[in-house]
């Protein structure tokens, strides 16, 4: 079975924002699949992927949010998977600019971690998501040693 990274976001409007990390998962060969739950609005439905996560095969989920940005921690409540937050700022939502989504990501409680990206920061959570599943398979971890000897070629 090829690694599996579940990315979820809270809304619709926030999918454009993940446009990098899909890419970026796409470009280092990684299977994915990109689900719209919201903590809020879908409570039940995200308990339940959460819950089967790791049943379903997938061994990361990245989960983005705004505002509020609930979703990674409640993810991170039912899964024992790893979880990248990525906290979304989009101009013009909130009065705070994105500030109450990265403190709702960066200050989870203890024993609930949750991995925090920089806002807007999800081709970085791919990258990390890669850095995770390379420690298991070679496949990943050739892929992400090319990403990076590309990237400091430039």
């Not at 599996?4 to 994915?32: F, N, Y």
């Not at 439905?45 to 609930?70: D, K, L, N, T, W």
Request: aromatic share 4%; glycine share 6%; net charge negative.
């Amino acid at each position: 079975m090829p690694p599996r990274v579940a990315v979820l976001t809270g809304s619709k409007s926030d999918v454009p924002s993940l446009e990098a990390c899909t890419q970026t998962l796409d470009q280092l060969g990684i299977a994915h699949d990109l689900q719209v739950m919201s903590a809020h609005r879908s409570p039940a439905r995200v308990q339940q992927f959460a819950a089967q996560a790791a049943e379903q095969g997938y061994e990361v989920i990245i989960a983005a949010a705004g505002m509020a940005a609930h979703l990674p921690g409640v993810v991170a409540a039912w899964t024992r998977l790893p979880v990248i937050g990525v906290p979304i700022a989009q101009p013009g939502t909130t009065a705070v600019s994105g500030l109450d989504s990265l403190l709702s990501i960066a200050q989870m409680p203890p024993g609930v971690p949750v991995a925090c990206m920089a806002l807007n920061g999800s081709r970085n959570a791919a990258l990390y998501a890669a850095a995770i599943l390379a420690l298991k398979y070679d496949d990943v971890r050739e892929a992400l040693e090319r990403f990076r000897a590309e990237q400091s070629a430039i």
